[in-house]
């Protein structure tokens, strides 16, 4: 059965352009072009979604929110605003909206945010609790609108419903573990579990039973039988985060099983079958490690089916203030405040800063301004104090030649085992100006 969705716009050719785009996705919809229409709606329709804008010509989103929260309906309802509008949008989600949009409609967006809708009222349904959204994973509600942002989703949307293992590579903090996730709600394991693990976490003395369990009394410490990540997944998908921080003996025990299909927990005689799509993320270059023997290539090839390069924060100008503006609207809910906004000298750092630790950093950044903030703008002086220091310019390097400068690189690479992370450090560069004269030098290391 199809789930039904309202549409409420007085703008009649977005809300007949909308229903038509829904109504091709397999969704029953229907249009309100004012806030009574949409009630006698309401009334008589049990509708899944409703996706209504905050301003209507007799009533607003908010009061629509209000209706549907009294009358008690299971009803998912998502507002469609500008994203400079946080005051509202804030006060929407503390009176129970499920999220809100921005203006102009991402078409993708949209059936991301009704999909997962449609899973938190379902599961509330069937009196399931719903597994509360990571609030990393809120970043999916806010897309990004650069060409960059564009390519990363087109990516994501492509390999989705394949069953294809990914190899998620970006820096910490630029949404990685959210890219998983989405590519697995996307699918057509959708409805099966999910399971993300933390692969820099696993001791390799337990790596075993970790992925594939145990029995009881199969060694010490197994005082009950224990599921392992491959068995918990099963028909669904795992998440291996950081996957090259896996020991060198542990991925080949990996390897066996991705290949087979099925495991054997430790201490048990019986193998179990197991379906499983694999997408892993690193913030390494495997490739590299592959090289250097640290990381074998046949469990390398086997992850790497398709991959996805996720950019850094400081690569995506256009979105900064979007991201900015949700992580703001968050931050309000979370601690009960009523932030309208950023000063523009705050704005113009936003967009000048490198962020090095990307949309984590922004986040922590602003919930911090948040709380700091007695005014209702974020000003410079809640900021801290290392985002306002003059930033790296590659100074590093300079006075170099351009004979001796490479000579440095390849020196300093040399040094740090051709870690990159770690050259950049010793070079006193960021590792994208590293990256910029690798290229510039031709230097395939």
């Known amino acids: 059965m199809s789930s039904k969705i309202l549409i409420i716009d007085d703008d009649t050719a977005f809300c007949v352009m909308l229903k038509t785009f829904l109504q091709k996705k397999g969704f029953e919809v229907e249009n309100a072009f004012n806030g009574a229409q949409a009630k006698e709606q309401i009334k008589d329709t049990a509708f899944d979604v409703i996706l209504t804008d905050i301003r209507l010509p007799d009533s607003d989103g908010l009061q629509i929110l209000k209706y549907v929260k009294e009358v008690s309906l299971p009803t998912q309802v998502i507002l469609m605003t500008g994203y400079t509008d946080i005051k509202t949008a804030v006060n929407a989600m503390k009176l129970g909206a499920f999220d809100y949009v921005g203006k102009p409609i991402n078409p993708d967006e949209i059936l991301h945010i009704i999909g997962l809708a449609l899973n938190k009222k379902d599961a509330k349904q069937t009196n399931v609790p719903a597994k509360t959204e990571k609030k990393k994973e809120s970043v999916a509600f806010v897309k990004g609108i650069s060409g960059t942002s564009e390519q990363l989703h087109e990516h994501i949307n492509l390999v989705a419903p394949t069953n294809m293992s990914v190899l998620i590579i970006g820096d910490s903090g630029t949404g990685k573990e959210y890219i998983a996730h989405s590519i ?251 990256y910029n004269k690798l290229k510039l030098y031709n230097l395939d290391l």
Request: charged letters at 30%; proline letters at 4%.
């Open 184 to 434: 697995h709600q996307e699918s057509k394991r959708a409805g099966k579990p999910y399971i993300p693990v933390d692969c820099g976490a696993i001791p390799k003395e337990l790596a075993s039973s970790e992925f594939f369990g145990h029995l009881k009394g199969s060694f010490t410490g197994a005082v009950n039988d224990k599921t392992g990540h491959f068995e918990a997944a099963n028909g669904g998908t795992l998440f291996l985060d950081e996957v090259g921080n896996l020991s060198y003996e542990v991925q080949v025990q990996l390897l066996r099983a991705l290949q087979e299909r099925k495991i054997k927990p430790v201490g048990s005689n019986h193998e179990i079958m197991v379906d499983i799509r694999v997408i892993a993320a690193t913030n390494e270059d495997l490739y590299e490690a592959v090289k250097r023997g640290d990381f074998r290539e046949d469990l390398y090839h086997r992850l790497n089916e398709f991959c996805i390069k996720v950019p850094r924060l400081s690569e995506r100008k256009q979105d900064i203030m979007i991201f900015a503006n949700h992580f703001l609207a968050q931050a309000n809910v979370d601690l009960e405040k009523e932030i309208e906004g950023f000063d523009q000298e705050v704005t113009a750092l936003f967009r000048s800063y490198d962020w090095p630790g990307n949309l984590r950093e922004m986040k922590n950044i602003i919930k911090r301004s948040v709380l700091l903030e007695k005014t209702d703008t974020i000003h410079l002086v809640v900021l801290p104090p290392e985002m306002q220091e003059p930033q790296s310019t590659g100074g590093g390097l300079m006075g170099y030649t351009k004979d001796n400068e490479e000579e440095a690189i390849k020196k300093a690479l040399e040094k740090a085992n051709y870690n990159k992370s770690k050259a950049a450090k010793l070079l006193d560069i960021d590792r994208k100006t590293l």
